[in-house]
């Protein structure tokens, strides 16, 4: 069995607050109590956004929820014309990305997404041995559609392409599936995603595992969750762990965050960042993960993903990183209130986006844009990110709730 080390020395932040060390919020005024802080406006999201986690879902919700199942189990699939989601040989986070955008393009267009033919929307991360057509969806999340490609026609959609997110095509969405009220594009896309990405009864299993021996709830704690991605991305821009750690302890000084959950590709940001940033810091150890032979300059993840798969039942091993990856988005969502990561990188807009289904992180920073996380929707009109103030030199976002309806 592998044997699993929970890092943590105290639940107390070592960072002095004049007042409440645990929230820095006075809910009453909607502003920073601590006379010693930095003061920045709060803007409260809309109560359409806003929930308890998990969310119940509205009317709205329950509408749009019942228009995709009739469109991706249809009672007959012979002779329909699909969009099909092409998969491809990218990392984790970019096929639930390019996933979910393939199924936008389908509904907006009205038709029904499914799996590409052939080797494409297989993933290596996915065990053979665990599930053999080795798809996110059936494998880890839902069942994208009981239609298979070769029962219709191929609309020729562009998995890409997100030009074709407008208002507009959003509004007639909305119609078709008989909404009550009319709702921003970021509503739709939050709410397909999330529906998207239902856990399987295998993730469920292994989200309680993991919830287990890693994320305990403890009275008192605020949590924030940090993504550093250094690795194969090379086309993204490298932020160093110091700079990671400035905005770290940042958030930690305005927020109150008295956690830090803590996720990278390279092993060294685990032991900069222990000594970098104050309170204590949270990991899933990396004997978990099935990444082999990493030198801080590593080929292009292609080249070593079919290394990566942990799942060995007889070593008491019933994971593969597909489960791993995807119980650490949705025990994030649920354990912290900020997030801090390269949004460049899918693994944080993912999240970001997955948890505003339900209720907006209390604080974020993209590192790469200062602000503007993007699954693309560039094609949208920019997220609102609330004021922006400088402090001691480093740029804080807040959030705004405009435009979230």
């Known amino acids: 069995l592998v044997v699993a080390v929970f890092i943590a020395t105290s639940s107390k932040s070592m960072v002095s607050y004049e007042g409440s060390s645990e929230r820095l919020l006075n809910d009453a005024a909607n502003e920073y109590s601590s006379s010693s802080t930095p003061r920045m406006n709060q803007p409260k999201p809309s109560d359409d956004v806003v929930k308890k986690h998990p969310t119940s879902l509205g009317e709205d919700e329950r509408l749009l929820i019942k228009y995709i199942e009739s469109m991706q189990y249809p009672s007959s699939c012979t002779g329909r014309t699909f969009a099909r989601w092409p998969g491809g040989f990218s990392g984790y986070g970019s096929q639930i990305g390019i996933l979910v955008r393939s199924l936008v393009n389908g509904l907006l267009t009205g038709h029904t997404t499914v799996v590409g033919p052939g080797y494409h929307g297989k993933h290596p991360y996915v065990s053979k041995k665990r599930c053999p057509k080795r798809t996110i969806t059936g494998c880890v999340y839902r069942e994208l559609s009981n239609c298979t490609a070769r029962q219709g026609r191929n609309a020729n959609l562009d998995a890409e392409d997100c030009t074709g997110w407008t208002q507009t095509a959003f509004d007639d969405l909305g119609r078709r599936a008989g909404l009550k009220s009319s709702h921003?594009?970021?509503?739709?896309?939050?709410?397909?995603?999330?529906?998207?990405?239902?856990?399987?009864?295998?993730?469920?299993?292994?989200?309680?595992?993991?919830?287990?021996?890693?994320?305990?709830?403890?009275?008192?704690?605020?949590?924030?969750?940090?993504?550093?991605?250094?690795?194969?991305?090379?086309?993204?821009?490298?932020?160093?762990?110091?700079?990671?750690?400035?905005?770290?302890?940042?958030?930690?000084?305005?927020?109150?965050?008295?956690?830090?959950?803590?996720?990278?590709?390279?092993?060294?940001?685990?032991?900069?960042?222990?000594?970098?940033?104050?309170?204590?810091?949270?990991?899933?150890?990396?004997?978990?993960?099935?990444?082999?032979?990493?030198?801080?300059?590593?080929?292009?993840?292609?080249?070593?993903?079919?290394?990566?798969?942990?799942?060995?039942?007889?070593?008491?091993?019933?994971?593969?990183?597909?489960?791993?990856?995807?119980?650490?988005?949705?025990?994030?969502?649920?354990?912290?209130?900020?997030?801090?990561?390269?949004?460049?990188?899918?693994?944080?807009?993912?999240?970001?986006?997955?948890?505003?289904?339900?209720?907006?992180?209390?604080?974020?920073?993209?590192?790469?844009?200062?602000?503007?996380?993007?699954?693309?929707?560039?094609?949208?009109?920019?997220?609102?990110?609330?004021?922006?103030?400088?402090?001691?030199?480093?740029?804080?976002?807040?959030?705004?709730?405009?435009?979230?309806?």
């Open 184 to 405: 921003s594009k970021i509503w739709y896309f939050t709410r397909i995603l999330r529906w998207l990405m239902t856990p399987n009864e295998d993730l469920q299993k292994h989200i309680d595992i993991f919830r287990e021996k890693f994320f305990p709830r403890i009275s008192g704690e605020k949590s924030l969750c940090v993504h550093v991605r250094h690795g194969d991305r090379k086309e993204s821009k490298q932020y160093p762990d110091e700079q990671y750690a400035a905005i770290v302890n940042q958030a930690i000084y305005t927020h109150g965050f008295n956690r830090i959950y803590l996720m990278s590709d390279d092993p060294e940001s685990y032991k900069n960042l222990r000594a970098l940033i104050r309170p204590p810091i949270s990991t899933i150890p990396q004997e978990y993960f099935a990444v082999v032979n990493y030198t801080g300059n590593r080929q292009h993840a292609a080249n070593i993903v079919w290394e990566r798969q942990k799942y060995d039942p007889e070593k008491g091993v019933s994971w593969d990183e597909a489960l791993l990856f995807s119980a650490i988005f949705e025990l994030w969502i649920e354990n912290c209130e900020g997030l801090i990561g390269n949004f460049k990188s899918s693994f944080p807009s993912i999240m970001f986006f997955l948890r505003l289904a339900d209720s907006p992180f209390e604080f974020h920073y993209d590192m790469d844009k200062g602000g503007t996380p993007s699954l693309c929707l560039n094609h949208m009109a920019p997220l609102p990110m609330g004021h922006i103030t400088d402090i001691h030199g480093v740029k804080i976002l807040g959030h705004s709730s405009t435009g979230w309806k």
